[in-house]
T-cell receptor, first 114, second 112 residues
Framework: DAGVIQSPRHEVTEMGQEVTLRCKPI?????LFWYRQTMMRGLELLIY????????DSGMPEDRFSAKMPNASFSTLKIQPSEPRDSAVYFC????????????FGSGTRLTVV | AQSVTQPDIHITVSEGASLELRCNYS??????LFWYVQSPGQGLQLLLK??????LVQGIKGFEAEFKRSQSSFNLRKPSVHWSDAAEYFC??????????FGAGTTVTVRA
């Protein structure tokens, strides 16, 4: 099992540009999460999908952020337009539905907006 | 509201010495509790979890944690640390069917 796969690992972009982060969850996992990690705010849940359906997007900062999960093996997180304050590490995680299993995290995408 | 507190921001320990990382939670019911480790440039890896049964939980890499309901704590321990244990450690509590609330993390430095 290759684990949760995220791409790219690093992204540097200019303010105002569109950024798309990608995630492939573990096969068979029906829950997918996008987290953001910053020094100031720690790990924040942005959005949660269950069976490809967005269940909780209350953590999405604002309308500039959007996430999709068109099928069970792929999800994207898009920021448009990007701003310097979006600079962070973005993690994707997947799990089986039951909380007791915990999450499996990807290696993250380090986003720098200049 | 449910929350997780890791009182120690940074701990330095000598290689071969024991390690204990503290975690306190605030939650109304018996929680799901987790410890994750994050090595530099990597994602978070699950070390161990607790949701019922024996209050002493064994995990990977030689770690264990003990759930103490009376103290609302879930402290992580390792009897003898290795240089490869230098990382950031996160305690987390499951606050509903799917959401984890993470502590701020404790950075562990291992000196030779």
């Amino acid at each position: 099992d290759a684990g949760v796969i995220q791409s790219p690992r690093h992204e540097v972009t200019e303010m105002g540009q569109e950024v798309t982060l990608r995630c492939k969850p573990i096969s068979g996992h029906n829950s997918l999460f996008w987290y953001r990690q910053t020094m100031m705010r720690g790990l924040e849940l942005l959005i949660y999908f269950n069976n490809n359906v967005p269940i909780d997007d209350s953590g999405m900062p604002e309308d500039r952020f959007s996430a999709k999960m068109p099928n069970a093996s792929f999800s994207t997180l898009k920021i448009q337009p990007s701003e310097p304050r979006d600079s962070a590490v973005y993690f994707c995680a997947s799990s089986l539905a039951q909380m007791g299993y915990g999450y499996t995290f990807g290696s993250g995408t380090r986003l720098t907006v200049v | 509201a449910q929350s997780v507190t890791q009182p120690d921001i940074h701990i330095t320990v000598s290689e071969g010495a024991s390690l204990e990382l503290r975690c306190n939670y605030s939650y109304g019911a018996t929680p799901y509790l987790f410890w994750y480790v994050q090595s530099p440039g990597q994602g978070l890896q699950l070390l161990l979890k607790y949701f019922s049964g024996d209050t002493l939980v064994q995990g990977i890499k030689g770690f264990e944690a003990e759930f103490k309901r009376s103290q609302s704590s879930f402290n992580l321990r390792k009897p003898s640390v290795h240089w490869s244990d230098a990382a950031e450690y996160f305690c987390a509590v499951g606050i509903n069917d799917y959401k984890l609330s993470f502590g701020a993390g404790t950075t562990v430095t291992v000196r030779a």
